[in-house]
């Protein structure tokens, strides 16, 4: 059984630049990698900078580098770029390309983005399936966050975590920004081993009987988020097209290791142009078109929501 946090695994490998995390701790490298630094990586620097229109801050010589590092593998390297003036590059370089992706940009820059964009659109998409308690209005509402600028397409790509638990992806293009991701902070899969207290599994067994809802009742909540959210069934496969489409989340573990259910359902949609033989042969594309919700059998409420790889602010 294939989790929803395992598709947003899938969907995030392929945008891996905004993904990969921050190496430990940076220092200046040796000639090999001064080599790289100083004809790629401040090359490419300068060349995404200019094209999001930050003409004062490029960088030309390893002067204006505070610190980088680089990790190598057998087929390319890893690479984090400090600046000096408060630019965090990530370079990732395979026997093909280099990308780059900003990491971060200086603290004005990107609360204008915050102050302007994100909140106010992470504040209507709550709205928008009913969580209207403490919206967020100012980036003291923020927890964590990382802004990714990339030199392969235009835009950026956001990950918001806000105080009360609540994560949001944002993609930004040509055409706008919009959310692509909602994670509430609930679990909807555990795991236990043999020296799991009984406790503990018992407490999660207990989950169970507080479900309100069947999966009849949970497609039927699942599509009114569907719906809220902009999307239309006529432009996906009807929830009869594959197996694995309405699906009640599990447990695993336990004393006879067979685990149980949770009263929690995750319903996925597939594109119109998605065909069962590409989903029977793994196509990782196809498996990207889709709409996948969490709803809870607990407060019948939105649990999460991934948009698949669309246009920005359309299903085609």
Not at 304 to 314: Q, V
């Given at each position: 059984?294939?989790?929803?946090?395992?598709?947003?695994?899938?969907?995030?490998?392929?945008?891996?630049?905004?993904?990969?995390?921050?190496?430990?701790?940076?220092?200046?490298?040796?000639?090999?990698?001064?080599?790289?630094?100083?004809?790629?990586?401040?090359?490419?620097?300068?060349?995404?900078?200019?094209?999001?229109?930050?003409?004062?801050?490029?960088?030309?010589?390893?002067?204006?580098?505070?610190?980088?590092?680089?990790?190598?593998?057998?087929?390319?390297?890893?690479?984090?770029?400090?600046?000096?003036?408060?630019?965090?590059?990530?370079?990732?370089?395979?026997?093909?390309?280099?990308?780059?992706?900003?990491?971060?940009?200086?603290?004005?820059?990107?609360?204008?983005?915050?102050?302007?964009?994100?909140?106010?659109?992470?504040?209507?998409?709550?709205?928008?399936?009913?969580?209207?308690?403490?919206?967020?209005?100012?980036?003291?509402?923020?927890?964590?966050?990382?802004?990714?600028?990339?030199?392969?397409?235009?835009?950026?790509?956001?990950?918001?975590?806000?105080?009360?638990?609540?994560?949001?992806?944002?993609?930004?293009?040509?055409?706008?920004?919009?959310?692509?991701a909602f994670q509430r902070p609930i679990r909807?899969?555990?795991?236990?081993?043999?020296?799991?207290?009984?406790?503990?599994?018992?407490?999660?067994?207990?989950?169970?009987?507080?479900?309100?809802?069947?999966?009849?009742?949970?497609?039927?909540?699942?599509?009114?988020?569907?719906?809220?959210?902009?999307?239309?069934?006529?432009?996906?496969?009807?929830?009869?097209?594959?197996?694995?489409?309405?699906?009640?989340?599990?447990?695993?573990?336990?004393?006879?290791?067979?685990?149980?259910?949770?009263?929690?359902?995750?319903?996925?949609?597939?594109?119109?142009?998605?065909?069962?033989?590409?989903?029977?042969?793994?196509?990782?594309?196809?498996?990207?078109?889709?709409?996948?919700?969490?709803?809870?059998?607990?407060?019948?409420?939105?649990?999460?929501?991934?948009?698949?790889?669309?246009?920005?602010?359309?299903?085609?």
């Open positions: 059984m294939l989790h929803a946090h395992r598709q947003r695994f899938l969907k995030k490998t392929l945008l891996i630049l905004a993904a990969l995390p921050l190496f430990p701790a940076l220092g200046i490298g040796g000639e090999r990698e001064e080599t790289h630094l100083k004809e790629t990586m401040i090359p490419l620097t300068r060349e995404l900078l200019l094209r999001i229109d930050q003409t004062n801050d490029l960088p030309s010589t390893t002067n204006e580098v505070g610190s980088y590092k680089i990790e190598w593998f057998d087929d390319g390297w890893l690479a984090n770029l400090q600046l000096t003036n408060g630019w965090n590059f990530r370079f990732m370089a395979g026997t093909r390309e280099t990308n780059v992706s900003i990491l971060h940009a200086p603290g004005a820059i990107e609360a204008a983005v915050f102050n302007q964009t994100l909140i106010p659109l992470a504040g209507e998409f709550l709205r928008q399936i009913g969580l209207t308690n403490n919206l967020p209005r100012t980036t003291n509402q923020m927890q964590k966050y990382s802004v990714s600028y990339l030199n392969y397409r235009p835009g950026y790509l956001v990950d918001l975590t806000l105080t009360n638990g609540c994560n949001l992806g944002f993609n930004s293009g040509t055409n706008g920004t919009e959310v692509w909807t899969y555990y795991g236990f081993g043999d020296d799991t207290p009984k406790a503990k599994i018992d407490a999660v067994k207990a989950l169970l009987l507080q479900n309100k809802l069947n999966e009849e009742k949970a497609v039927a909540l699942a599509k009114k988020y569907f719906k809220l959210l902009g999307h239309r069934e006529e432009d996906f496969h009807s929830l009869d097209f594959y197996p694995g489409e309405i699906v009640q989340d599990d447990w695993s573990g336990g004393e006879d290791g067979r685990g149980g259910w949770l009263p929690y359902y995750r319903i996925t949609w597939y594109r119109k142009d998605v065909t069962a033989k590409e989903l029977d042969d793994n196509d990782s594309a196809a498996k990207l078109k889709t709409i996948i919700i969490e709803v809870s059998g607990i407060d019948s409420s939105l649990i999460s929501y991934s948009k698949g790889l669309f246009p920005i602010g359309s299903d085609f």
